[in-house]
């Protein structure tokens, strides 16, 4: 078992004896850790050792928001808009337990909510509705598990299937959130001419969109043809002219055709279920602005097989919504393949590093970093948080995580962390960057107490 070098007993060292505090795997009551401390303090340095300590067996995430935390053997990828390198959101978990449509759908708006910009309550059912129907158009039904199987495609993929006409390759892949985009730029149009979006109405649909087509072409001819004094070639302004008189008696023909095949009488409520157009269109905008980040396009990340995968995530600090809805959305897929794989009688299997808590932390019981530290134990699932000050991890965090390392605070920390940890204030003045700190262990059979700590002649991990 794992068995990791914190330092020397504090006050123990200062009367000449050297007494270690050791982390034990098979001793603490539960694998999460938290690492407070201001820059320099060391965090990276312990983010290290906890990582290279851990089992051989153990798959560890590393979110790494610095881009500074380097492991020894660890597939490192990239996150930005140049490498195009995301998960798609759309991707189910196929377990009928802990996957399908519906915590798909639920994953992507509390990713979006996760965000300073949350949805309204209408956006909200009108991203629901535009999930679940993009689904429904690849065959995939929340009520039937077996429909979940497909397969996952790359945006090459994809495109190449487009040009090759590979109508039935691309029902056989999941969607994305341009197909999401496309379905809904559609029903966008059917609300603006009250058509239903089926066979009828999106026959009429596009005999319409090829008549406006057709007559802006039109128009910027004959603009061109006044700019020149009224030269230009007549019989090409004939042709489009002509062009323009088929698309416009096809898109009446094809208008008037859903109108005699109209059967049920419930065809214009359909029209109008995404609720109006204003609230559809501002769906939409949120789409695309998500979908140009490029965090969530359908090109898997290279991990390959990789046991210790590294995210580097520097290039989304410019924005921290998307930064959130990045690492909240791929905390729960985590969470969620955790659970399908069943307990692990109390062994560590996978843990997710994530620096910055303060980014990340908050009291919603929602929270996958409260998730994890309230019911992933018994999946094998661990956190280990990093952060400037323990003011920065939630009340559920520092009570449930096994292990708490205070390394040096800021003195404008020392009140609220003292509060928060129920440390004495006086204790926290003897800490010294990369020297002295305090570390609490919930250790099987014993109190759990905050133990000072020298680091000063730490040795290697054993």
């Given at each position: 078992?794992?068995?990791?070098?914190?330092?020397?007993?504090?006050?123990?060292?200062?009367?000449?004896?050297?007494?270690?505090?050791?982390?034990?795997?098979?001793?603490?009551?539960?694998?999460?850790?938290?690492?407070?401390?201001?820059?320099?303090?060391?965090?990276?340095?312990?983010?290290?050792?906890?990582?290279?300590?851990?089992?051989?067996?153990?798959?560890?995430?590393?979110?790494?928001?610095?881009?500074?935390?380097?492991?020894?053997?660890?597939?490192?990828?990239?996150?930005?808009?140049?490498?195009?390198?995301?998960?798609?959101?759309?991707?189910?978990?196929?377990?009928?337990?802990?996957?399908?449509?519906?915590?798909?759908?639920?994953?992507?708006?509390?990713?979006?909510?996760?965000?300073?910009?949350?949805?309204?309550?209408?956006?909200?059912?009108?991203?629901?509705?535009?999930?679940?129907?993009?689904?429904?158009?690849?065959?995939?039904?929340?009520?039937?598990?077996?429909?979940?199987?497909?397969?996952?495609?790359?945006?090459?993929?994809?495109?190449?299937?487009?040009?090759?006409?590979?109508?039935?390759?691309?029902?056989?892949?999941?969607?994305?959130?341009?197909?999401?985009?496309?379905?809904?730029?559609?029903?966008?149009?059917?609300?603006?001419?009250?058509?239903?979006?089926?066979?009828?109405?999106?026959?009429?649909?596009?005999?319409?969109?090829?008549?406006?087509?057709?007559?802006?072409?039109?128009?910027?001819?004959?603009?061109?043809?006044?700019?020149?004094?009224?030269?230009?070639?007549?019989?090409?302004?004939?042709?489009?002219?002509?062009?323009?008189?088929?698309?416009?008696?096809?898109?009446?023909?094809?208008?008037?055709?859903?109108?005699?095949?109209?059967?049920?009488?419930?065809?214009?409520?359909?029209?109008?279920?995404?609720?109006?157009?204003?609230?559809?269109?501002?769906?939409?905008?949120?789409?695309?602005?998500?979908?140009?980040?490029?965090?969530?396009?359908?090109?898997?990340?290279?991990?390959?097989?990789?046991?210790?995968?590294?995210?580097?995530?520097?290039?989304?600090?410019?924005?921290?919504?998307?930064?959130?809805?990045?690492?909240?959305?791929?905390?729960?897929?985590?969470?969620?393949?955790?659970?399908?794989?069943?307990?692990?009688?109390?062994?560590?299997?996978?843990?997710?590093?994530?620096?910055?808590?303060?980014?990340?932390?908050?009291?919603?019981?929602?929270?996958?970093?409260?998730?994890?530290?309230?019911?992933?134990?018994?999946?094998?699932?661990?956190?280990?948080?990093?952060?400037?000050?323990?003011?920065?991890?939630?009340?559920?965090?520092?009570?449930?995580?096994?292990?708490?390392?205070?390394?040096?605070?800021?003195?404008?920390?020392?009140?609220?962390?003292?509060?928060?940890?129920?440390?004495?204030?006086?204790?926290?003045?003897?800490?010294?960057?990369q020297q002295t700190g305090a570390v609490r262990m919930l250790e099987k059979g014993q109190a759990a107490a905050f133990r000072q700590v020298?680091?000063?002649?730490?040795?290697?991990?054993?």
């Amino acid at each position: 078992m794992s068995k990791i070098l914190i330092g020397n007993d504090f006050w123990e060292e200062r009367k000449g004896n050297k007494l270690p505090v050791y982390w034990q795997e098979s001793q603490v009551s539960n694998h999460h850790v938290g690492v407070a401390g201001t820059s320099g303090s060391g965090k990276t340095h312990w983010i290290r050792e906890f990582v290279t300590g851990m089992p051989d067996d153990v798959e560890i995430d590393i979110f790494d928001y610095h881009g500074d935390i380097e492991i020894p053997g660890a597939s490192t990828v990239m996150f930005s808009e140049a490498t195009r390198y995301g998960f798609n959101p759309l991707v189910l978990n196929t377990d009928q337990h802990y996957g399908g449509v519906r915590r798909s759908v639920n994953d992507v708006i509390e990713a979006i909510n996760s965000t300073s910009r949350q949805l309204g309550g209408n956006q909200e059912g009108v991203l629901r509705h535009l999930l679940t129907d993009t689904y429904m158009l690849k065959g995939i039904f929340g009520n039937s598990p077996r429909s979940w199987v497909k397969r996952e495609a790359s945006e090459t993929e994809i495109r190449d299937m487009i040009e090759k006409k590979n109508w039935s390759g691309l029902r056989d892949v999941y969607p994305s959130l341009d197909d999401v985009i496309q379905f809904a730029r559609r029903k966008l149009k059917a609300l603006w001419m009250g058509v239903e979006d089926k066979e009828t109405g999106r026959n009429a649909l596009g005999a319409f969109d090829d008549y406006c087509k057709a007559q802006s072409s039109l128009n910027q001819l004959r603009t061109k043809m006044n700019r020149s004094g009224g030269s230009g070639n007549d019989e090409e302004l004939e042709k489009m002219e002509k062009r323009m008189e088929s698309s416009k008696a096809k898109s009446i023909e094809s208008f008037t055709t859903f109108v005699n095949s109209m059967d049920t009488g419930r065809e214009f409520e359909e029209a109008i279920k995404y609720n109006s157009k204003d609230v559809l269109l501002s769906v939409i905008t949120r789409l695309e602005n998500l979908s140009s980040t490029g965090i969530f396009n359908p090109n898997p990340p290279p991990f390959g097989n990789a046991r210790i995968r590294r995210y580097i995530l520097k290039p989304l600090a410019q924005s921290e919504d998307e930064l959130k809805m990045f690492v909240r959305f791929r905390m729960r897929a985590i969470i969620r393949e955790m659970m399908q794989r069943g307990e692990s009688g109390g062994r560590l299997r996978r843990m997710i590093v994530l620096d910055e808590s303060k980014k990340f932390n908050s009291e919603d019981g929602s929270n996958p970093i409260n998730v994890i530290v309230n019911e992933m134990r018994k999946f094998g699932l661990a956190i280990l948080l990093a952060g400037q000050s323990p003011a920065h991890f939630s009340q559920d965090f520092i009570k449930n995580a096994g292990t708490l390392l205070l390394l040096n605070l800021s003195t404008s920390d020392w009140k609220e962390a003292a509060s928060k940890l129920r440390i004495e204030e006086k204790d926290l003045k003897y800490f010294k960057p990369q020297q002295t700190g305090a570390v609490r262990m919930l250790e099987k059979g014993q109190a759990a107490a905050f133990r000072q700590v020298s680091f000063q002649q730490r040795e290697s991990r054993v």
